[in-house]
């Protein structure tokens, strides 16, 4: 049990969220099924963040998620794309990690493209999504793209 607790603990220090709703273990659902869930829930979040839709950007977010990552902040998002000429071509999953059962991050490989004197460049960075069971629904807990060097 203390095991457990420290776990969710440094979930919530590493995510940065501080949240009340209750995080169950996953279930043993079938690889593929739940594999093409996932890329239903990036697909989704991609197509939102392309065309500046933050409803359905969000509509996974949990709860503290939703407060934290306002439509301002999503606009921030969109507008440092646009502010260096990127525009999101291309998603895969490359891969999902499990983190105990608790929650999982899934990582995935977004290519930007940007417009050059050279023609069209493209850019590969990582970004990842952290998803839990939240109340019996699969929400998204926390996001993040690469750094930028």
């Given at each position: 049990m203390r095991k457990l607790m420290q776990a969710a603990l440094l979930l919530t220090l590493s995510?940065?969220?501080?949240?009340?709703?209750?995080i169950a273990p996953a279930t043993d659902n079938?690889?593929?099924s739940v594999q093409q869930t996932e890329i239903r829930l990036g697909d989704a979040m991609m197509i939102a963040l392309q065309t500046g839709d933050y409803a359905k950007f969000s509509r996974d977010f949990s709860k503290e998620l939703k407060e934290s990552v306002t439509e301002n902040a999503f606009r921030k998002i969109r507008?440092?794309?646009?502010?260096?000429q990127e525009s999101i071509a291309r998603w895969t999953l490359l891969d999902t990690l499990d983190r105990g059962g608790l929650y999982r991050t899934e990582v995935?490989?977004?290519?930007?493209?940007?417009?050059?004197k050279s023609g069209k460049i493209g850019i590969e960075r990582l970004f990842y999504v952290t998803k839990a069971?939240?109340?019996?629904?699969t929400k998204i807990i926390g996001f993040r793209f690469d750094a930028l060097f």
């Open positions: 995510l940065g969220f501080v949240g009340c709703s209750s079938d690889d593929s507008s440092d794309l646009e502010e260096r995935w490989k977004i290519t930007l493209e940007k417009n050059s069971n939240l109340d019996g629904k």
